[in-house]
């Protein structure tokens, strides 16, 4: 949105690689940019596709990492950033095993905007330059909320029960919804009016998730269908995609999959925004530094069994004085740490004024 606000000439393209990504990425900016999917990364696919393209920048999120990519765009003096980029001691003992390789695709790139100092360190133990990388913090912290969300979601609330208390467990893995489905299970025989919103994180999983959940003989509602969710409904299950933020507005207590399975965890920061008590389980590895600073700030809560997921969804559900702190405490953590977007778009002006 700041680029074609402030750069109306400058055409954007999104690419991705999975059939997810794509519809995110049409769920998100529908028709302002071009969507389009990243070739093998082979020397003359790759040649061929940054010369149809040609691009004046090239920003690449986090950690997709292509050696060939990398060769052509610094072979053709296209400026290459490293936004919000993450790297676990585990990733870079990965790339450690193939030096030669990381070391010429990390020179590829003209800036290396990380999140933490840690991070930065096992940037240049990999053969990066220090001069090269600068600091920012992690840009998920300037998550935008649209202005209607809040009447979105009180709207959707309705829609679902609006004095039913809603448990959401957000992008959930294979083998995730077993342990959800019978925490859930114990806390109905305290809260027997608890409605469960289901979200699998993969489109593809949508179908599997909705029969496992008939098979436990429990009833399902779809949010494809847009029918009003009854008294008896056990399950709502998020079959959209971008409606996320949606969801999480609706609901009183959020767990974020990814967590209870060796996945690394998903964005809490979402329902940190939205000042929404957060339940995490105990793989975060993907967000150490960000789950860090929830637990500091008593902005999370972290389990790691089944029996833990259904004790804190009772005590938050039935004691909305603590839910409503560990909310409040999250969204603070989220204000307190934003800035690194408006740190991100200088050094694209700067990159791209460089290429002008």
């Avoid at 998100?28 to 920048?57: A, E, H, Q, W």
């Avoid at 933490?116 to 330059?129: I, K, M, N, P, W």
């Avoid at 992008?171 to 699998?200: Q, R």
């Avoid at 949606?246 to 996945?263: E, K, Q």
Wanted: glycine residues 6%; charged residues 25%; contains cysteine.
């Amino acid at each position: 949105k700041y680029f074609q606000k402030n750069h109306p000439d400058i055409f954007i393209t999104v690419t991705n690689m999975t059939p997810t990504g794509s519809e995110k990425i049409r769920a998100t900016f529908g028709d302002s940019v071009f969507n389009v999917y990243v070739p093998y990364d082979l020397p003359g696919i790759m040649r061929r596709f940054i010369n149809k393209i040609k691009p004046k920048l090239v920003v690449i999120i986090e950690t997709e990492l292509w050696p060939n990519m990398l060769y052509m765009l610094k072979k053709n003096n296209i400026p290459v950033l490293l936004a919000n980029g993450r790297l676990s001691a585990r990733s870079a003992a990965n790339y450690h095993k193939i030096n030669s390789i990381t070391k010429a695709m990390l020179n590829g790139f003209s800036k290396l905007l990380v999140q933490t100092e840690a991070e930065a360190d096992r940037y240049v133990a990999l053969g990066a330059s220090r001069q090269n990388i600068i600091i920012t913090g992690s840009i998920k912290f300037d998550i935008s909320i649209p202005v209607d969300l809040a009447a979105a979601g009180l709207s959707l609330r309705k829609d679902l029960g609006e004095h039913r208390p809603v448990f959401i467990a957000a992008s959930t893995h294979e083998g995730e919804e077993d342990i959800i489905l019978d925490a859930v299970a114990a806390a109905k025989e305290e809260i027997p009016d608890l409605l469960l919103m289901l979200v699998p994180r993969h489109p593809d999983r949508f179908e599997k998730v909705a029969r496992y959940c008939l098979d436990r003989n429990l009833t399902v509602i779809k949010r494809s269908n847009k029918q009003v969710c009854n008294n008896n409904m056990d399950v709502f299950l998020g079959d959209t995609m971008g409606e996320m933020l949606l969801f999480y507005a609706a609901a009183d207590v959020a767990f974020v999959g990814g967590s209870f399975v060796s996945v690394g965890g998903h964005n809490v920061l979402e329902p940190a925004a939205l000042a929404k008590a957060i339940i995490v389980g105990p793989h975060m590895e993907n967000f150490l530094r960000i789950t860090e600073l929830l637990k500091q700030a008593k902005g999370i809560v972290q389990v790691d069994d089944t029996e833990k997921l259904a004790k804190a969804i009772i005590e938050l559900m039935q004691i909305p004085s603590i839910r409503r702190t560990l909310g409040v405490n999250a969204e603070k953590v989220v204000l307190e740490n934003r800035g690194a977007l408006a740190k991100h778009l200088e050094v694209m002006e700067h990159l791209l004024g460089v290429m002008a």
